[in-house]
């Protein structure tokens, strides 16, 4: 199994390629020059391992939610890759991706969202698979939705810029917050594998960026 994974969802500009279960990988803090940057990445990427596009099994992607332009060159790379090599695809949420990275059984994930607001999600581990507790959302930090239970997890960029309002909605339900983390393709290609192998994989019209809110900006009046 020889699985391309990509992720352009937030700042972070991340590729990997699992061969067999042996991953390499590679990140670079694009801001926004995603555009520039993903392909070369990719093809130096599989450059170094000798592989053609056509031997790989599948494409993952990040669908998000994140950025909306970063979205939409995922997604864009993913189906013109995938259409290309007659490969099938799998879309991973960024936010399942930020559970992956976490070193714990209960995670809550947050993506800062911009204007004041978050990506939000929970899950729980259950064996090698995550169990969605609360749906992604878009709300307001201190308008996250309730949990269930204690000894939760948080991460992601949200916790970074919204720790005090977070901490203050979940008090002692958290055990723990982990700093510094984004969404990064090392994460979408593990999952991608176990999901591929459960018939999960799609076809390439299929890759399509997770939305969780139509409007991106807010008006002068609004700041």
């Not at 020889?2 to 991340?14: G, M, N, P, R, W």
């Not at 061969?19 to 670079?28: A, D, P, S, T, W």
């Not at 993913?78 to 992956?100: K, R, Y």
């Not at 002692?172 to 290609?189: N, T």
Request: glycine residues 8%; contains cysteine.
């Amino acid at each position: 199994m020889k699985i391309l994974a990509f992720d352009t969802s937030t700042e972070l500009c991340s590729c990997a390629l699992s061969v067999e279960g042996e991953i390499l990988y590679r990140e670079h803090n694009a801001g926004q020059k995603h555009s520039e940057m993903l392909l070369p990445m990719i093809d130096s990427m599989l450059a170094e391992s000798g592989l053609r596009l056509t031997e790989l099994t599948a494409i993952a992607y990040g669908r998000g939610p994140g950025s909306f332009t970063g979205l939409r060159i995922t997604c864009g790379v993913a189906q013109g890759l995938a259409l290309g090599a007659e490969l099938p695809v799998i879309g991973v949420d960024s936010l399942v991706a930020l559970a992956e990275r976490a070193d714990a059984c209960k995670v809550v994930a947050c993506i800062d969202a911009r204007m004041g607001e978050i990506y939000h999600a929970a899950y729980q581990r259950h064996e090698d698979e995550w169990m969605c507790m609360s749906d992604p959302r878009v709300c307001k930090p201190e308008l996250a939705p309730p949990l269930s239970g204690d000894e939760w997890t948080g991460c992601g960029s949200g916790f970074d810029r919204y720790r005090e309002a977070l901490v203050k909605r979940y008090g002692q339900q958290l055990l723990d917050i982990s700093r510094g983390f984004l969404p990064r393709a090392f994460e979408i290609v593990r999952i991608a594998e176990r999901r591929f192998k459960r018939g999960e994989a799609g076809d390439a019209e299929n890759a399509v960026p997770l939305y969780l809110r139509d409007k991106v900006a807010l008006k002068s009046s609004e700041r």
